[in-house]
């Protein structure tokens, strides 16, 4: 299957949680959390349209400025996702800037909070210093917080302490193959009418709609989506990414990690601490390396990506990559340093 979604760890293993998908063919970008995001080019960073948060801590959110600034005199909407109560903290940091210069600024920040069954929106225009200008209750099904023709994106609550943390899957509603071999076979010329092709398909157009294909003589010819659809392509279940960290290693997570991530082709997951350390972990409420391994293994993932470790392991920056992908080929758990705090 030819990817759809380019996932990128924008600051590496130790660094802030940020992961960047560029989308295929679409000239934008999605962001899971915003940690950190300078390391990102200035051409990635302003594809992107969605921003969805799973906390609100520091190094989950301290990307926002550099983003705003990005956008600041733009023709866009940017939809920024997270948990309850994330528009109030967004509503703060606004407020700490001054915004006696931005009439007539088109950019408009869209926050929109997780409540479960609903999603809570507040927009926040540039042209009015952000304040917030109107608010509105959407309803949410099964976690289901954006949906597009070609994308979709879902959510589950985990628990970080006292705290939530959310989990994300981006999954490709299914995915659409062409067939390189019958182009050549009907003398079809390759292009971006391969891209329209797709679209109309991911919209669930009328079959008998005719499509202008070009041909290898210059020429053109109409035929019908579906004889094309029949005739030059396949279709799969999409693509999958799931998103998770900073959860604590409790079996409720567990089990809702396991759910999301059933058979999904990357799982991007947070690996903390080392197995040694479980009690650690415990106490910080995250996950170790092995569980985060072990997880991937149970829930019968393609692709395996660690990060968000802690920075005490970076004598030995492969250690806790090492250890997770032990776990995915099913080793043991290591063996815990004994508690000697009592």
């Known amino acids: 299957m030819r990817s759809v979604f380019f996932p990128r760890l924008v600051n590496g293993p ?10 295929a063919h679409r000239g934008e970008a999605l962001l899971f959390d915003c940690g950190d995001l300078h390391a990102l080019p200035p051409g990635a960073l302003i594809k992107t349209r969605l921003v969805f948060l ?71 225009p540039a042209a009015e210093a952000f304040r917030p200008r109107s608010e509105r209750l959407l309803p949410c099904h099964d976690g289901l917080l954006y949906q597009n023709p070609w994308y979709q994106v879902r959510t589950v609550r985990l628990a970080h302490g006292n705290i939530d943390s959310l989990a994300f899957s981006l999954e490709e509603p ?14 079809f010329h390759p292009g971006p009418w391969l891209g329209h092709f797709k679209d109309l398909v991911f919209r669930g157009t009328d079959p008998d709609v005719a499509v202008s294909v070009p041909l290898d003589g210059g020429r053109t010819r109409k035929l019908s989506l579906g004889w094309l659809r ?5 279709t ?17 997570n567990f089990r809702r990690i396991l759910q999301l991530a059933q058979n999904v082709h990357l799982l991007a997951i947070e690996a903390m601490f080392a197995h040694r350390d479980l009690d650690r972990a415990r106490q910080r409420n995250h ?28 004598r030995c920056p492969e250690e806790l990559e090492q250890e997770a992908w032990a776990a995915f080929r099913g080793a043991a758990a290591p063996r815990q340093k004994p508690d000697l705090s009592e």
């Open 14 to 23: 130790f660094g802030d949680p940020a992961l960047h998908v560029r989308l």
């Open 54 to 124: 799973s906390h609100a801590h520091i190094d989950h959110l301290a990307g926002f400025d550099l983003l705003l600034r990005t956008f600041l005199a733009r023709d866009i909407d940017l939809l920024l996702y997270g948990p309850k109560g994330l528009a109030a903290q967004i509503a703060a940091r606004l407020q700490s800037y001054t915004w006696n210069l931005v009439e007539g600024y088109p950019f408009v920040l869209k926050v929109r909070e997780w409540l479960g069954n609903s999603i809570r929106e507040v927009v926040f």
């Open 174 to 187: 299914i995915h659409i193959a062409i067939h390189k071999d019958a182009l050549h076979r009907h003398g």
């Open 230 to 234: 029949a005739h030059i392509a396949s």
């Open 236 to 252: 799969e279940p999409g693509m999958k990414i799931v998103y998770v960290t900073d959860c604590s290693p409790v079996y409720g």
């Open 287 to 314: 996950l170790t390396a092995w569980q985060a391994g072990r997880l991937a293994r149970m829930a019968g993932v393609g692709r395996l990506k660690v990060f968000h470790h802690s920075p005490r392991y970076q």
